[in-house]
């Protein structure tokens, strides 16, 4: 195998976009394949639960971000993985709003099959502050490729959408946490209107505006619905797992339902 060493180049001030973007991830799993994407000048990152009940995909542009990339002509797609998604962010916030420069170091791996570009550290710099932080190895994540995601994991046969709103998503979470000693809520379709229900309540979430081809229920783990941003959604309901696509980032995230019941 043979290796060569390169980098990705970003000058940053306010990075609390890209911070907070790194956050939802951290509900998942405090380690995370990211990926730089500068052709389409995107961060592009996607996390799953130990169990894979729980798969999220979300991607935000550079500049959103609060990155500007230096200009390079051989543009790559560089997998960095970090370890510790919290500690990172700690060590961005030490830059409070100063500008600073974020140098990728990465390799070129190169063998039989394909090549990779992965991650080797980050360098963090200002006028009176140089961090680094050591990627961590590929081999500790398995590969989520976007067609695969998109064709396999949150395509489904829908048997019926609604709206979620933030607002709805908060109380149902504020809901859940009423019983503390039950691990699952359902998920009911029926006669046009769709309900959110735990062992103590019941809540209308949609009522005569579901779009919906029959009557259905489905059963997820609590700890699954809480690791959805608080954000405004359309859902698609299959026969195994709920499809949650943001209308306020580029993010999706798909719960599958629960095996076993208490």
């Known amino acids: 195998m043979a290796t060569t060493k390169k980098t990705v180049e970003f000058t940053a001030k306010n990075v609390k976009a890209f911070t907070g973007w790194l956050k939802r991830f951290s509900t998942i799993d405090n380690s995370l394949l990211l990926e730089i994407d500068q052709a389409k000048s995107l961060f592009i990152a996607k996390t799953y639960n130990e169990e894979r009940s729980v798969v999220k995909m979300s991607s935000i542009k550079f500049d959103e971000a609060g990155l500007i990339a230096k200009v390079n002509k051989d543009v790559k797609r560089v997998k960095v993985g970090i370890f510790n998604i919290p500690r990172l962010i700690k060590i961005m916030d030490q830059f409070n709003d100063v500008e600073f420069t974020l140098t990728v170091e990465f390799q070129e791996l190169v063998n039989e099959n394909d090549t990779q570009y992965a991650g080797e550290k980050l360098l963090l710099k200002n006028k009176i502050l140089k961090m680094n932080v050591d990627c961590t190895s590929l081999n500790i994540f398995k590969y989520i490729p976007d067609q695969l995601f998109v064709d396999n994991i949150a395509t489904i046969d829908t048997i019926g959408s609604f709206e979620l709103s933030k607002a709805t998503l908060e109380n149902i ?65 299959g026969e195994d797992r709920l499809v949650f696509k943001s209308t306020d980032s580029d993010t999706t995230t798909v719960i599958s339902k629960a095996e076993d019941k208490d």
């Open 173 to 237: 979470n504020s809901l859940n946490s009423l019983d503390s000693d039950h691990r699952f809520m359902q998920v009911k379709f029926e006669a046009h209107k769709v309900n959110m229900s735990g062992k103590s309540y019941d809540r209308t979430v949609i009522d005569d505006t579901a779009s919906l081809r029959k009557d259905a229920e489905l059963s997820i783990f609590k700890d699954q619905f809480s690791t959805l941003d608080v954000e405004n959604y359309n859902v698609n309901l």
